[in-house]
């Protein structure tokens, strides 16, 4: 990146930069959106980073962006550890599942329908759930007991996929305790979003007009500090919460 811009030195920009090249590809300007659409991934991500914020156990927020990237991602938002972790608690898992349902939260909350922006967050809160339950041994119910193997042939880069060695009975309590750990993850993100609409509001109408946004700014906004004014731009999403979205954004990660 120095090079490419005619310098001799790499900067720290350069080096955050790279790491998110890295994370989500590069940007994609000329992937234009609607403005019905860019409002929704606005609040989709915004979603994200006011529910991780408001929690104890998360990573702080680094960075929003809803400038697409070339890896399919429409934005994201960039949480990075204070500290180098190698273990993660069974309440982080929890509150790590808030925060990947508090984008499809959003829209809901916001336009009043859902889109297929959250697939990839649907996913990865099901993946993390199903791991609690079977591998990490996080469920009352099913108690400290790792259920089915993976197998997987690593030397030669194969994986057969998930062998299950219970029953049809413990199959479906499985199932059950799952469902039970996502719909409570998105019950608690939405009472999340509600109490707090006037700081998702403020900071979506921010990001909306200035596309990018650091970690600085967005704490600052969460503290109730108006960084620029509302009259900068006769678009804002706050003119969509009254109206209901149709369109559907793309499949993107968070």
């Known amino acids: 990146l120095a090079v490419k811009r005619g310098r001799n030195a790499v900067s720290q ?9 890295v994370i989500a590809g590069k940007e994609k300007k000329d992937r ?22 408001l929690q104890k156990n998360t990573e702080p927020v680094q960075k929003i962006t809803i400038v697409p990237r070339t890896m399919g991602a429409l934005g994201y938002v960039m949480q990075v550890p204070e500290e180098e972790k190698f273990l993660m608690s069974q309440i982080e898992m929890e509150e790590e ?16 329908s859902v889109t297929t922006g959250a697939s990839n967050d649907i996913e990865r809160a099901t993946k993390m759930a199903r791991s609690m339950v079977t591998k990490y041994g996080m469920s009352d119910l099913l108690g400290t007991i790792t259920y089915g193997q993976d197998d997987s042939e690593p030397f030669l880069g194969r994986d057969m996929g ?3 060695n219970y029953s049809e009975s413990t199959a479906s309590a499985i199932d059950a305790e799952i469902k039970r750990l996502v719909t409570t993850a998105y019950e608690k993100t939405e009472s999340i979003l509600r109490e707090h609409m ?4 403020q900071v979506a109408q921010f990001l909306f007009l200035h596309e990018k946004m650091s970690g600085d700014e967005f704490a600052s906004l969460m503290e109730g500090k108006l960084l620029e004014s509302p009259s900068t731009s ?13 369109e559907e954004a793309e499949n993107k990660e968070n």
Do not use: C, W
Request: glycine share 2%; aromatic share 4%.
């Open 234 to 246: 006769s678009a804002s999403p706050s003119d969509a919460a009254t109206e209901p979205a149709t």
């Open 13 to 21: 920009t350069d080096l955050f930069e790279s790491v998110e090249v």
């Open 198 to 201: 006037d700081q998702l509001n």
């Open 162 to 164: 998930h062998i299950r």
């Open 32 to 53: 234009i959106l609607s403005q019905k659409e860019r409002k929704i991934v606005t609040y989709h991500e915004v979603g994200h980073a006011l529910v991780a914020a």
């Open 97 to 112: 599942l808030v925060t990947m349902l508090a984008g499809r939260a959003a829209e809901s909350i916001v336009f009043d």
